[in-house]
């Protein structure tokens, strides 16, 4: 990704607070994000919060590259309103089988988001009060946006359990 | 220990749904009940789960559009938009003005029509039987527009990535220009129904209280956020598609409840009736195509586009490979979102308030669950 360094007064206040712990600033198509190490991600969102007035999570998501060592881009969607309207990503690099901390703690609004990431992707939050499927029946094996999941793969036995047919194809 | 009689006041878990009328498709509400009081709400969805997402891995950007409309099946047009702009924003094209202000006005039409179906749905849920036929019979002549444009009423696949596929109708001017001279009387015939109603008022003021505070912790964006006193619309906070050139303003509401965000829609309607005239009014001449590459493989990145469809904030977030297919596009929809407020907005109400809580923050289940 042919990316900008992104620099602004934010920027440098978030540099003095957090150090090394955020990787990089970047731009890419206009859109700033920040690269965090996975154990900062919890006190930068209270920060940006609390401090910065970025009281608005517009989305939590996933994104997976089964090549690489960290295989998951977990990504944080956040906005401040008018007057600053602004809107920036938090990313964060994990590896399979780690459980990132919730941050339902600092918004609420992340319950079902960071749900349907365990559901899709097996991410699973550490601290989050409710932590199960939310699309997918509670039974059903596998995630589906995990590339390694093949687009008509289904968990057989649950179709033919549940739904008495040998198979949903 | 005393036995047990039937004049126990014991805790009460009541199911809603999937199959029941109120919840407009297959929403299932797990009630916990202390009488007629509700103490707490869990949802259960995925009913209606096709895995829109994974889909989208699996064919070409092209190929992806038409199942966009599929998830928000009354604002199809919306949810074209948003990811038109986004694979247009990862090429780094921008539709021409000509294209801009035909998706303008046929969103602002499509807002409408979502409009309608939701008063009519509402209003038939609380228990007025009458503005259903009112706003369907409105709600036909602007599906009979897109039919006229794009040859299809509700999954409208309208839009192309880049412009659009289709020149105006011959009578696309006339058809908007005559919905436009219409539909204000109308709106007024809806307010006369409800507006003043003793009944609706009774049912609707002071239920399901959602306050702004709420809203910014539990991400609720559009219609419910505007009616808790927030001034807050992408198309006017981060303009996308020309909006900055329409003259419109923003209703809010003041009471956070049900009543308000009925009168915010209705307000809503009005001034997607004064963007259309303008569309329609300064419709500019030129091509409706930008020049965008037979295949389309945009370059290695990532970007988020969001736009203000008529449930809420819409999000998507494609990232891009370098090849023919999206390698990850998430899909924020607003019903989906909005939705987890159900349970702060239920607690404390009536059973007969959750159909009316459910009605107001107007899901759709396709989009609930993808």
């Not at chain 1, 910065?52 to 996933?62: G, I, Q, S």
């Not at chain 1, 988001?113 to 094996?141: C, S, T």
């Not at chain 2, 990850?328 to 929809?333: A, D, F, K």
């Amino acid at each position: 990704m042919a990316t900008t360094p992104w620099e602004s007064d934010l920027v440098s206040r978030m540099k003095t607070r957090f150090g090394e712990s955020i990787r990089e600033f970047s731009t890419y198509a206009g859109q700033n994000f920040l690269l965090a190490e996975p154990g900062a991600v919890v006190p930068i969102l209270e920060y940006l919060k609390i401090e910065e007035e970025f009281e608005y999570l517009v989305d939590l998501t996933a994104v997976h590259y089964p090549k690489r060592e960290q295989q998951f881009d977990l990504l944080y969607v956040l906005y401040r309103f008018p007057p600053h309207n602004e809107r920036i990503r938090v990313k964060t690099l994990i590896t399979e089988g780690d459980r990132p901390p919730t941050v339902t703690g600092v918004y609420a609004g992340a319950d079902w988001m960071e749900r349907e990431v365990y559901d899709m992707f097996g991410i699973a939050f550490d601290g989050h009060q409710n932590m199960k499927r939310i699309l997918l029946p509670d039974e059903w094996h596998g995630h589906p946006l995990r590339k390694e999941y093949g687009i008509i793969q289904q968990d057989q036995r649950w179709v033919q359990e549940n739904l008495q047919i040998e198979s949903g194809q | 220990m005393p036995e047990a009689t039937f004049l126990d006041s014991t805790e009460l878990v009541l199911n809603m749904g999937p199959q029941h009328p109120s919840t407009h498709g297959v929403l299932r509400v797990i009630l916990k009940l202390d009488g007629e009081r509700v103490l707490g709400t869990e949802c259960v969805i995925g009913y209606l789960h096709r895995g829109v997402e994974k889909i989208a891995e699996n064919r070409t950007y092209v190929q992806f559009a038409p199942y966009v409309d599929r998830m928000d099946y009354v604002a199809a047009v919306s949810n074209g938009l948003g990811y038109c702009l986004a694979v247009e924003k990862l090429l780094g094209i921008e539709a021409p003005p000509r294209a801009q202000a035909v998706r303008v006005a046929l969103t602002e039409l499509n807002r409408i029509s979502s409009h309608l179906l939701w008063l009519g749905t509402h209003a038939l849920d609380i228990g007025a039987i009458t503005p259903v036929f009112y706003t369907f019979r409105e709600r036909e002549e602007a599906l009979k527009i897109f039919e006229k444009y794009c040859g299809a009423r509700l999954t409208t696949h309208a839009f192309r990535i880049g412009g659009l596929q289709y020149e105006t109708h011959d009578t696309y001017e006339k058809d908007l220009l005559a919905f436009c001279d219409m539909f204000p009387a109308r709106v007024d015939e809806y307010e006369e129904l409800l507006t003043g109603n003793r009944i609706w008022v009774g049912r609707t003021q002071g239920v399901g209280i959602l306050t702004v505070e709420d809203c910014k912790e539990l991400s609720v964006t559009g219609p419910p956020l505007r009616a808790a006193g927030l001034e807050w619309d992408l198309r006017k906070a981060q303009p996308y598609s020309g909006y900055e050139k329409y003259d419109f303003e923003i209703p809010t509401g003041a009471n956070a409840d049900t009543f308000d965000r009925y009168l915010v829609r209705m307000r809503e309607m009005r001034q997607s009736v004064r963007i259309i005239r303008q569309a329609v009014e300064g419709l500019p001449s030129g091509p409706i195509m930008a020049k965008v590459p037979k295949v389309i493989k945009p370059p290695v990145g990532e970007c988020y586009v969001s736009i203000e469809s008529p449930k809420g904030e819409l999000g998507y977030f494609v990232v891009s490979d370098n090849s023919t297919q999206p390698y990850r596009v998430r899909v924020r929809p607003p019903s989906f979102i909005n939705l987890q407020a159900l349970d702060r907005m239920c607690r404390g109400c009536l059973v007969a308030d959750v159909v009316a809580i459910i009605g107001t923050i107007d899901i759709v289940l396709g989009e609930v669950d993808r």
